[in-house]
């Protein structure tokens, strides 16, 4: 990560403004407090991504949160064609006096934005939906970008950058949420507890979106029991009855991250 920001440093004269590129479901989370301090010279559009797995009032209360802080942020979903070209008009939008100036002087030449973020909320994906092409790599976990890939479209070239993780996680809720949405490496991750502090989570707070997905009538079990349920209801069962918590696990994250499980925020 150290050498995704060095890269992003030295690249930042290149460019005339930033896409911030956030995961709706754990918006405060995705935000990576050093880019704020790296970008801070920059006009910044905070694209708050994956709005399709949350509800329409929790985007509402997100954007509004965000533009008390003086933010400019749009909600999109990169499978949403017309978020996708609101998107394309604010970028223009938020250089609009670049772009005067420009053409003051006569200069007709593509506005450049950086895109960058945390890992696996959706850059790349973002940058192919404006292409309307696959143009950038994308994958459904955390990592995919190794370097930096410039992309033209129409009057824009867009720089995609590699993920950036906060050196540090002092918020150990916030650190939580982004491995639950596949921020981290799930190489490094313990799954059978990831899916049980999930599972507690969704307990507290979408009881009857559990219910409904795992047809699970008492919710207010412990977790643990809560896990066996659904073990039992999926038929994650190894020989003599044991419960299968690693291939509950995966298949209840994937869950949650496909947005089977319903729409759900974490903040």
Known sequence: M??????MEENLKLVDGVMVILDARAPKASLNPKLDKLFKDKKVLYVVNKCDLVSQEDVKRTLSAFRLEGKETVGVSAMDKRAVDLLYDKIF????EKVERNKLKGVFKPMRIMVAGIPNTGKSTIINALVGGKKATT????????GKQWVRIRELELLDTPGTMPPAFENQTLAKYLA??????????????LAY????????????????????EDTTLPTIELFDKICIRRGFLMRGGEFDYDRCATAVIDDFRKGRIGKIILE
């Open 2 to 7: 150290t050498s995704a920001m060095r890269m």
């Open 93 to 96: 939008s938020l250089l609009k």
């Open 139 to 146: 994958g459904d976990k955390a990592g995919v970008t190794k």
């Open 180 to 193: 639950f949405i596949g921020s981290m490496n799930d190489a490094n991750l313990d799954f059978a507890d």
């Open 197 to 216: 502090e999930l599972i507690a989570y969704l307990a507290e707070h979408y009881p009857e979106k559990l219910k409904e997905k795992y047809s699970i």
